[in-house]
């Protein structure tokens, strides 16, 4: 009975509901941003709001002193419950959290030096806010430890696929991160305030996580110990993955840190405010790799081939659900951005959004193969594709935004995501344990050429009344060519049931 119960959690309904439980919890978040985001920046201005933006970035990026460990922990645990060996899940989870808060600390230690050179030497920012933004880094390094170790607590409930719990959590903690920047700029701009705020709230998180485990597995409570014989199966796999947990985000983050040094701090808030909108569309593939991981982990095994019919099936409803957005998006981007934050800003960051959400499409597919590649025992894949492309990236970088500043950084961005996304389906279809590989047809190479098109056009044109009724054949003509094209007999089966049921209830 109780192995039922284990195996119920990674069955194909269960695994939906937690994805549309990880929709929600990262898109709450989205639509405050969108809401209040604008308000922010009038509030701050645009320096204080790129080093707010810097900011974020900071605390997001230091996850990386987990040195993977997290979510290796996720993976082992994940592998415990596919085999009903729960009793081994205490001694791996409590070793793994103190060796990322012993990591954690020594990092923090480290960076507390570094924090000045930062400041002074690295970014441009105004002498006035020099001091003001030299505090607010000092506050997050003191936060550095909370933020790892978080990581490695929620980790555990991803392991359980308690996604219900961690979504209500995620959505508080994302929308903090614009309703506290707003309650403070009543009171004061001080960038120093606001980042006090942030960090207060992340340790309520990290007191909500731990509680919430201890609730999940009452053992946890009980066998707090260290052990050491953990540690090299543990390292096993997470060297690997602690690669990737630091060079991913520095290959996500390294665009606007460079526009700080080669441009302005003012820059990055035209970059970031696009980039804001077009990264929100990667909480659809977050909530399906957030699930997929520890479902693969759990099953590849003992069910490969339900295995490779997650990674399939996840990359074709990705394409399907974000297609139309960014194709909207890039057709609209001037309009929509001139509603949002006005023209005068418009005009120097909506070509930079029709870019990032080209980009973000390739990137959004590409998040399948990277959790498959970890959930099937891989990470090493991984953590050498994002080696070999950072100083490709890099470079690229840096020649875009000499020559075509914010809009060349988009350009190189984007570049690097269709990229990854293509090097990482060739490989998840290498290394999957399924011999059957997938076979890329004309009707797909068709579908990207329509992307490619399409995307370009509306990127050249300025006529709304053109944009309008071309947006409105293309996307009948997308919908026509999915239905009869990519989707399986039993899905369109699916789809008509589930619009019989709609209509009747209507």
């Not at 900011?55 to 922990?73: C, E, H, K």
Request: net charge positive; charged share 15%.
């Amino acid at each position: 009975m109780k192995e039922k119960v284990i195996q119920s959690k990674f069955e194909g309904s269960s695994l939906a509901k937690n994805s549309v439980y990880n929709l929600l919890g990262f898109a709450i978040p989205m639509l405050v941003a969108i809401i209040l985001l604008p308000y922010v920046l009038r509030g701050l201005g645009q320096e204080r709001f790129g080093i707010l933006s810097i900011a974020w970035i900071v605390i997001g990026y230091f996850s990386l002193f987990d040195l993977g460990i997290g979510r290796s922990v996720t993976k082992i645990i994940a592998e415990k419950i596919g085999s009903n060996e729960i009793e081994q899940i205490p001694p791996l989870f409590w070793t793994a959290f103190y060796l990322m808060l012993c990591f954690s600390v020594c990092g923090a230690l480290g960076l507390f030096f570094l924090v000045p050179w930062i400041v002074f030497d690295v970014l441009k920012i105004s002498n006035d806010l020099r001091i003001e933004t030299l505090h607010s880094f000092y506050l997050l390094i003191i936060s550095i430890p909370v933020v790892t170790t978080s990581a490695s607590i929620r980790g555990i409930l991803e392991a359980y696929q308690e996604f219900r719990i961690i979504n209500y959590i995620r959505s508080s903690l994302g929308v903090s991160g614009f309703v506290m920047p707003l309650i403070c700029l009543m009171f004061t701009k001080s960038v120093v305030w606001i980042t006090l705020s942030l960090v207060i709230f992340r340790i309520i998180v990290w007191m909500l996580y731990l509680y919430k485990c201890f609730k999940i597995n009452p053992a946890l409570k009980l066998k707090n110990s260290f052990d050491s014989a953990l540690i090299k199966p543990i390292f096993k796999l997470s060297s690997w993955m602690s690669i990737s947990s630091v060079i991913v985000p520095l290959n996500v983050y390294l665009d606007r840190f460079m526009i700080g040094a080669f441009i302005s701090a003012a820059a990055i808030a035209y970059y970031v405010t696009p980039y804001e909108i077009t990264s929100k569309l990667l909480i659809i593939p977050g909530a399906f790799a957030g699930v997929m991981f520890p479902a693969i982990s759990a099953t590849y095994r003992t069910d490969p081939e339900f295995s490779n019919k997650l990674l399939v099936k996840a990359s074709k409803y990705i394409f399907l659900i974000l297609y139309p957005m960014v194709f909207l998006i890039v057709a609209f981007a001037q309009e929509g951005m001139s509603f949002w934050v006005g023209g005068q800003f418009a005009n120097q960051s909506y070509t930079v959004m029709q870019i990032l959400a080209v980009g973000t499409l390739f990137n959004s597919i590409g998040y399948i193969p990277y959790a498959f590649l970890d959930g099937i025992g891989r990470p090493d894949i991984n953590a050498k594709v994002q080696l070999v492309e950072l100083p490709f990236y890099f470079l690229l970088l840096w020649f875009s935004i000499k020559k075509g500043g914010i809009n060349g950084a988009a350009f190189a961005w984007g570049i690097r995501t269709t990229v990854d996304f293509m090097v990482l389906w060739f490989f998840a279809q290498r290394f999957s344990p399924v011999k059957k590989r997938i076979k890329i047809g004309w009707t797909h190479g068709v579908v990207i050429l329509f992307i490619l098109v399409s995307s370009i056009v509306f990127m050249i044109h300025d006529n709304v009344m053109f944009k309008i009724i071309s947006s409105a054949v293309i996307m009948s003509t997308f919908l026509l060519f999915s239905w009869h094209s990519i989707l399986q007999k039993e899905e369109k089966t699916f789809i008509k049931s589930k619009l019989k049921y709609l209509t009747s209830v209507a």
